[in-house]
């Protein structure tokens, strides 16, 4: 079936440690997004790609860096320079050829700092 | 830059009865995408329903249904027929024309449906 996993599920830092969290898409989208999600708060944007080799920062980029070496790959590193990166991380996809074609969501990792 | 605002926090209605969600925006654009997405305990992100700004008509889908006022700039969902699976947060999200597809989201409206 097509769809978006994220990987892990669950994922544990220790200050100062940068860690990476894997989107992977097999729905052939040429769009990636990485959102933040805080309790009770909407989904922030912080980083964005439209085509593989290329990225642009969203709202939130600082603290974080991205990759897009695959089509279908996207995966998000969240660096020790976020100050509060305890957090719910949603990765999503969209088709551009489609105009106003809506973002497909993955399941979510939810990253605690120890 | 554009912006969307969910005004009601939390909201509930009883079972099999109607609940209308809000949500404004602002843009100085004139052609542009709402979306409404559910969030279910599990945390998966669920499109709900979709509106195109130059179409007059508003979408239904099923149960769901979207009242579209361009000129105020609104973007309410109705619920009709509440259940207990509608349960979750709803987030009301606005997608420029431009082929970056990027979504600008509100702050989220949790629903509760009581049995």
């Known amino acids: 079936d097509g769809g978006i996993t994220q990987s892990p599920k669950y994922l544990f830092r220790k200050e100062g440690q940068n860690v990476t969290l894997s989107c992977e898409q097999n729905l052939n989208h040429d769009a990636m997004y990485w959102y933040r999600q805080d309790p009770g708060q909407g989904l922030r944007l912080i980083y964005y790609?439209?085509?593989?080799?290329?990225?642009q920062k969203g709202d939130i980029a600082e603290g974080y860096s991205v990759s897009r070496e695959k089509k279908e790959s996207f995966p998000l590193t969240v660096t020790s320079a976020q100050k509060n990166p305890t957090a719910f991380y949603l990765c999503?996809?969209?088709?551009?050829?489609?105009?106003?074609?809506?973002?497909?969501f993955g399941p979510g990792t939810r990253l605690t700092v120890l | 830059a554009q912006t969307v605002t969910q005004s009601q926090p939390e909201m509930s209605v009883q079972e099999a009865e109607t609940v209308t969600l809000s949500c404004t925006y602002d843009t100085s654009e004139s052609d542009y995408y709402l979306f409404w997405y559910k969030q279910p305990p599990s945390r998966q992100m669920i499109l709900v329903i979709r509106?195109?700004?130059?179409?007059?008509q508003n979408a239904t889908e099923n149960r769901f249904s979207v009242n579209f006022q361009k000129a105020a700039k609104s973007f309410s969902l109705k619920i009709s027929d509440s259940q207990l699976g509608d349960a979750a947060m709803y987030f009301c999200?606005?997608?420029?024309?431009?082929?970056?597809?990027?979504?600008?989201f509100g702050q989220g409206t949790t629903l509760q449906v009581k049995p």
């Open positions: 790609s439209q085509i593989v080799n290329d990225f």
């Open positions: 999503a996809s969209s088709g551009l050829a489609r105009p106003g074609g809506e973002q497909f």
């Open positions: 509106q195109e700004a130059y179409k007059q």
């Open positions: 999200a606005y997608r420029s024309s431009g082929n970056t597809g990027k979504l600008i």
